[in-house]
């Protein structure tokens, strides 16, 4: 029985052992239904639905005269009797549902405005409306019941980091600008005009002073800040879960963080079996596509380079003798009876993974064959094709011909294009590792280096001779968590030596001079003992969107912002006058 002045149970408590008890119950009036004689009311609150019924013979003459006027989402507490429903009249698909509450007294504690759109799980609601009135669209049940999945895995991984000895430790929110990748949200400081703090995109030099400092197993979770664009499963301002340790080595960091997730899971029903699978980033690119692979179905990529080594089709001729091409295709299985205007219409889907063009070929039902570039094959390149992909008839083989990279990334998009489009089943949940990353990628718009994953990652010692001669062969010490498609978390082991960081900020184009101006702090730190030391972050908001079986982390976020950045129900960010920007020191243009 629930300890409360106010109600004696939720509305989601009561069952049939509770027949004959007086209760007590608030929370709002979801529908209301006049029987002519007999008014039942739906009454919800966070916890579920209960069976309200006014009888004028038994609920008096001011209860049922206020139950005939209450309207949907009024708050109102209600005080009666259990007892069963009638025969017949039993909802079985309700937890409350063989019982109701026989009303004798009714309190109103509020009117409701009519609200703009039903409060139903299954209503037809544009998401900027849902967002407008968010704390209306809160009150829906399975909005309700997200927000306590995230809680209930929240306070989860909370216990299972206590139990394996980890230190939760804050870190400022107020702190330097150092560039992460994102742009940083600057905050201009009142007290020193002209200088700014930064909202950190992420504990990351925090926490490894934190392991300088001796902490050695820390975490946090966290609020963190990227100006950046925006996607279904991004937000300007997330969540994550960061971990750090301290002398360890990479296997050291992945067996806690197992031992620790898993502990997580299994508190709200989901089994990760361990140890978890690890793919190499290799691996990863050449057979899926994509280094954070869902392998709850099939369609891998095959290369087929040396098939198409003297073909006359000269796209795929010239890729297979260029030294760093491939060509590579996959099998849609069944899209191969797909209209050609259908299929022809996969091109512009490509275009958006960076293919120029799209070739194609359908097997068709029939046993005949419709292509735009199989009149260029040989009997025998046909035939690589068909072993290669374990072609039958109804397949639709789509190719990719290029850079490694770039060809695997093609198709990874249309992989997972087209397991959405023929609706591929994708039960239960995926974990794995996705290992050994590279250190360094070229950025191409900015014609330099660019770190992988962060610039404080330790390379793989048997590289180091090749960091500045040839970056590109590098590997390092890093390691994503991938689940169910999704990069979930990822993290590596750091640099703990001040002249290897030295020497990797150079390589991404850091004079020293900027070097210490931004990491000087970092670089004092590595030189007072730093231990080996690696860590990791857990997406929190990502995960519990994957949990909730949900497609957007804006459905497990009380507040979330839209993909421009607007929180339509406060509608900020807005203007500021003029006397606060006199206190910062600054004039808008």
């Known amino acids: 029985m629930s300890k409360h002045s106010m109600h004696t149970h939720t509305c989601g408590e009561l069952r049939a052992a509770n027949v004959g008890d007086e209760v007590v119950l608030t929370g709002w009036v979801w529908h209301r239904r006049d029987h002519g004689g007999l008014i039942f009311i739906d009454l919800r609150d966070r916890e579920g639905l209960t069976q309200v019924s006014f009888d004028p013979d038994i609920s008096g003459g001011t209860a049922f005269h206020m139950a005939e006027t209450v309207r949907p989402e009024w708050p109102i507490m209600v005080t009666g009797t259990v007892r069963p429903r009638p025969e017949g009249q039993a909802n079985h698909n309700l937890a409350t549902g063989e019982i109701e509450v026989l009303a004798t007294q009714m309190t109103v504690l509020n009117s409701s405005k009519t609200p703009p759109f039903q409060i139903e799980d299954n209503a037809d609601l544009s998401e900027d409306i849902r967002l407008r009135y968010r704390y209306l669209d809160l009150r ?322 048997a590289d180091l001779e090749r960091l500045e001669s040839d970056p590109l062969s590098v590997g390092s010490h890093t390691y994503d968590f991938v689940m169910d498609g999704y990069e979930a978390g990822g993290g590596g082991m750091r640099v703990h030596n001040a002249e290897l960081q030295m020497r990797i900020l150079k390589l991404l184009g850091f004079t020293e001079e900027a070097s210490r101006a931004q990491f000087g702090f970092l670089l004092e730190a590595l030189e007072y003992g730093a231990p080996p030391m690696g860590g990791f972050a857990l997406g929190l908001d990502r995960v519990c969107m994957l949990l909730a079986g949900a497609d957007s982390i804006r459905e497990v976020m009380a507040f979330p912002k839209t993909t421009n950045g607007n929180d339509m129900m406060s509608d900020a960010p807005s203007a500021v006058d003029e006397r606060q920007l006199r206190d910062v020191a600054l004039r808008l243009l």
């Open 140 to 461: 829906r049940p399975s909005m309700a019941a997200n927000l306590r999945l995230r809680s209930d895995f929240t306070f989860a991984i909370r216990e299972a980091l206590h139990k394996y000895a980890f230190t939760e430790v804050e870190t400022p929110a107020l702190f330097k600008s150092t560039p992460e990748g994102a742009r940083d949200f600057i905050v201009p400081s009142r007290l020193q005009p002209g200088s700014f703090y930064a909202l950190p995109q992420s504990p990351q030099l925090l926490k490894q002073l934190l392991m300088v400092g001796g902490i050695e197993r820390y975490y946090q979770v966290a609020k963190c800040f990227r100006d950046e664009d925006l996607r279904a499963d991004r937000q300007p301002e997330f969540t994550q879960v960061d971990i750090e340790m301290s002398f360890v080595t990479q296997d050291d960091v992945m067996g806690a963080l197992e031992d620790v997730l898993a502990d997580a899971f299994a508190a709200v029903g989901v089994e990760m079996p361990t140890p978890l699978r690890r793919i190499s980033f290799v691996d990863a690119m050449n057979t899926y596509g994509i280094d954070k692979p869902d392998t709850r179905f099939g369609m891998e990529l095959h290369d087929v380079t040396d098939v198409f080594a003297n073909s006359k089709f000269k796209v795929f001729s010239a890729a297979a003798n260029a030294e760093g091409q491939v060509i590579k295709c996959i099998n849609a299985k069944g899209a191969g009876s797909w209209a050609r205007s259908r299929i022809d219409k996969l091109a512009k889907v490509a275009a958006a993974f960076g293919a120029k063009g799209l070739a194609w070929i359908a097997f068709r039902e029939d046993g005949s064959i419709t292509s735009p570039i199989a009149k260029f094959f040989s009997d025998e390149e046909m035939a690589g094709v068909r072993a290669a992909c374990d072609v039958e008839p109804g397949d639709l083989v789509l190719f990719a011909a290029g850079p490694w990279q770039l060809t695997c990334e093609i198709l990874g998009g249309m992989r997972n294009h087209m397991a959405d489009a023929l609706e591929l089943p994708r039960e239960g949940h995926d974990f794995l590792w996705v290992v050994d990353f590279p250190l360094v990628h070229w950025d191409e718009d900015r014609k330099a280096f660019a770190a992988e994953h962060q610039p404080f990652t330790q390379p793989e010692e």
